[in-house]
């Protein structure tokens, strides 16, 4: 699986945007984008993926280069509740199962 | 929809104990992953259960060992326990293979190995 590189930590305001970025340089194209958290002691919850195209729920946004060597994170209206560390992770299916590869990920912190 | 659960929540062992920490998946979910997760690291993969096989395996030593039951429910067993198996350890599932899923996680179980 590609290795990704997040900041160690970031600020964001309550309300505000929370744009979290993720590089991802080495990709390969069957490779998709997934965005887990994990809020602390708990177990890390999932957000979103992607492959190539921008993506959208609930909870986020996925915004992926053209060139999918980068993607972003968007926490449209961050509450304090947001305040975790978020999990960049590429990853394709291998040998006929798929594991998820974490790096240490980005602490996010929510400030009022 | 039951979510993933685990248990115990917290244990403490001693060195060279075994010790089992259990899992039961997400309802439909035939796929179960096993991390442990030490202190200020991303969650490392210890191995993955389908359809009661091992399916993958990480970089972790013989003496970490799993089962996978008929009801899809887990096990991952420790034996020789050392002090550096202090860790939290996640439960994940999933519904199947395929290139793109999302793995749900459990709570976790808190090990101290003293």
């Known amino acids: 699986d590609a290795k990704t590189t997040q900041p160690t930590s970031m600020d964001c305001a309550e309300g505000r945007a929370a744009n979290l970025p993720c590089n991802h340089s080495t990709i390969s194209g069957n490779e998709y984008v997934y965005w887990y958290r994990q809020i602390h002691s708990q177990g890390p919850q999932y957000i979103i993926h992607g492959l190539k195209n921008n993506e959208t729920n609930e909870m986020a946004s996925l915004i992926i280069t053209e060139d999918r060597k980068s993607s972003t994170l968007i926490l449209p209206h961050a509450t304090l509740r947001d305040t975790a560390v978020y999990y960049c992770i590429v990853r394709v299916a291998n040998s006929g199962y798929s594991t998820l590869t974490f790096g240490k990920g980005t602490m996010l912190l929510v400030s009022p | 929809e039951t979510g993933v659960t685990q248990s115990p929540t917290h244990l403490i062992k001693t060195r060279g104990q075994q010790v089992t920490l259990r899992c039961s998946s997400q309802?439909?979910?035939?796929?179960v992953s096993w991390y442990q997760q030490a202190l200020g690291q991303g969650p490392q993969f210890i191995f993955q259960y389908y359809r009661e096989e091992e399916n993958g395996r990480g970089n972790f030593p013989p003496r970490f060992s799993g089962l996978q039951f008929p009801n899809y429910s887990s096990e991952l067993n420790v034996n020789a326990l050392e002090l550096d198996d202090s860790a939290l350890y996640l439960c994940?599932?999933?519904?199947?293979?395929?290139?793109?899923?999302?793995?749900?996680f459990g709570p976790g179980t808190r090990l101290t190995v003293t």
């Open positions: 309802s439909g979910h035939n796929t």
């Open positions: 994940a599932s999933s519904g199947g293979q395929g290139i793109s899923y999302e793995q749900y």
